[in-house]
């Protein structure tokens, strides 16, 4: 009796599986009405509802905010730290102050160019694994000068090799927030980012000023720079996820081998050897299980309750994820330098670029005259030269904030005025945003006052006008050039969300070779026509052609994006 009664109720229970299992067809339309719902669910602004941009949680994010701060000083420490040693650095390699400008130009260079290697890389790879290779580089180079003692040759040579570990970093930076954070809200990160990167140029000819006057020795300065690197080296290696998009989608994918942090690597070796000790412990009755996984049709399946095959669901269920064919894992390709180079002839982007580079070597123009104007011009001794430096810092830190601010303020403003409503998680599909618009408000009052104060601190030096009226003026331009620079390079970014380590490299290839010529025709300049119309001229150039640049980017920029992508 017991037994026909659990045969019946064996037999009730297969019936309610078969029930409860649906054939394949069943399961397809499933799928496919779940699909249409999900595209039913996409909001009017373009991002679906389902997919966030970024699974990273909000204090990842701040962590990586003030992380990448702290690595990016690797390319603005490392160039103003040299500045105040550069007589030291003559007399101890017995050369002539120009031969040390040589190397100051040869890192210029390779400050252009290595970007346009490793950021596109990134872009395939993996950002983790680039910030690994350039911070060893950086930190190898930055070691053998500090052991270098009388070697001009070494000292030109580890100096670019420390620029090329070095300068990739604030290109790499714009990417890793490009993967994390939507548009909307990129001036929050970007804003505190640069403000603790442009600590750089506030502290290092300071750091630099002190070392001649504390020990009268250069490796101080290189000594510093060694530290910085191993700690920024051990930082990424530990706590220093894997952004990537085509590497771990929206963050969703768990990040493999060496696309992995340390600690996670550890976590999982002790997890691993917990499991493996636990299925010793179970591997009794593992045959059984075994048996009856490979005899399906001998437990009453056919075959015909299997589950649909996944190879045809794939493009359906790949519609909207980012996540969708991710491994964790990065590709190996070999870096195409030209990828970069490429965007600098579409019309839009070369205004951008524009944009971005005028302001930067403005401000590296007057960056690096300040040790002739206030050293000879007002008798500083060289700590002074060091701490002249702070007024244009403060400036350029305090214009990050403002340009964070600015930037998400003026995005919601366009967002909602274009019937949009901005979403802080998914986003905004930007091929139906005027996102050229967004990123340009207050541009050009910013730049008709900026034309004043630029040549008017040319004025005010030529005159000898009290030291306390070039340093305002420095911390004025240093704030706009600070808005100018993050706004368009936010927005060369922006206009290309699937490569943003190859945009952010051509801009720096376009920011850097600027600079470089600006710099190199200075001192010429200088003393042909001093520094009253040097600045003149640098101010109409940079004014005049940014009013023009921003006006036809706001009239034509997304008619030109839009052809540029079809």
Not at 112 to 126: C, E, H, N, Q, V
């Amino acid at each position: 009796m017991k037994l026909h009664m659990t045969q019946n109720s064996l037999a009730n229970n297969e019936h309610v599986i078969k029930q409860s299992t649906p054939p394949p067809e069943e399961l397809c339309q499933s799928v496919v009405t779940t699909q249409n719902e999900a595209q039913d669910a996409v909001q009017h602004n373009g991002s679906a509802q389902e997919f966030p941009h970024s699974v990273f949680s909000d204090s990842m994010i701040t962590y990586l905010t003030y992380l990448l701060g702290y690595l990016s000083l690797a390319s603005s420490l490392t160039a103003t730290i040299y500045f105040p040693i550069i007589d030291l650095l003559a007399a101890r390699y017995h050369t002539s102050v120009q031969a040390i400008n040589l190397t100051i130009t040869l890192y210029v260079v390779l400050q252009g160019i290595a970007p346009s290697f490793f950021s596109p890389l990134s872009d395939t790879l993996g950002r983790r694994p680039v910030f690994l290779v350039t911070f060893t580089i950086y930190l190898l180079a930055g070691v053998g000068l500090v052991a270098n003692t009388n070697s001009y040759v070494a000292l030109i040579l580890l100096r670019g090799l420390q620029s090329i570990g070095g300068s990739a970093v604030l290109s790499l930076a714009y990417a890793v927030v490009a993967d994390v954070v939507p548009h909307s809200q990129r001036g929050a990160v970007l804003g505190p980012m640069l403000a603790a990167t442009n600590l750089g140029p506030c502290i290092g000819p300071v750091v630099g000023g002190g070392a001649i006057l504390a020990s009268g020795n250069p490796r101080w300065c290189f000594a510093t720079l060694v530290i910085f690197g191993a700690s920024a080296l051990l930082l990424i290696g530990w706590t220093m996820p894997e952004t990537g998009r085509a590497v771990v989608g929206n963050g969703a994918v768990e990040a493999q081998g060496v696309w992995a942090t340390w600690w996670q690597l550890v976590r999982s070796a002790f997890r691993s050897r917990r499991r493996s000790a636990g299925l010793q412990d179970a591997s009794s009755g593992s045959g059984d299980l075994e048996k009856a996984s490979t005899h399906p049709r001998e437990n009453g399946n056919d075959g015909n309750d299997a589950v649909a095959d996944p190879g045809n669901l794939a493009p359906m269920l790949a519609a909207d994820d980012p996540n969708f064919g991710k491994t964790g894992r990065g590709k190996l390709s070999a870096p195409n330098p030209l990828s970069s180079v490429r965007l600098i002839f579409h019309r839009d982007t070369a205004l951008i670029l524009w944009l971005c580079a005028t302001p930067y070597a403005v401000w590296y123009c007057i960056q690096t005259s300040i040790p002739l104007i206030y050293g000879p011009g007002y008798g500083f001794n060289d700590l002074e030269v060091g701490l002249s430096f702070l007024a244009g810092g403060g400036g350029v830190i305090t214009g990050g904030v403002i340009a964070g601010r600015l930037m998400d303020w003026s995005f919601r403003k366009t967002a909602v005025k274009a019937g949009l409503s901005p979403d802080k998680k998914k986003g905004i599909d930007i091929s139906s945003f005027p996102i050229e618009k967004a990123r340009s408000t207050a541009s050009i009052p910013i730049m008709l006052v900026s034309m004043f104060a630029v040549g008017g601190y040319g004025w005010a030096v030529h005159a000898h006008a009290h030291p306390a009226i070039p340093l305002i003026l420095q911390f004025y331009i240093g704030a706009k050039c600070t808005v100018l620079h993050q706004i368009y390079s936010a927005l060369i970014v922006d206009i290309f969300p699937s490569s943003p380590g190859t945009a952010a490299a051509s801009n720096n290839i376009c920011r850097c070779t600027l600079s470089a010529i600006v710099v190199a025709i200075l001192q010429p300049v200088v003393k042909a026509i001093g520094y009253s119309w040097l600045f003149t001229i640098l101010a109409l150039i940079e004014g005049l052609s940014g009013i023009v640049a921003v006006w036809m980017l706001r009239q034509r920029g997304r008619e030109w994006r839009n052809k540029r992508n079809r």
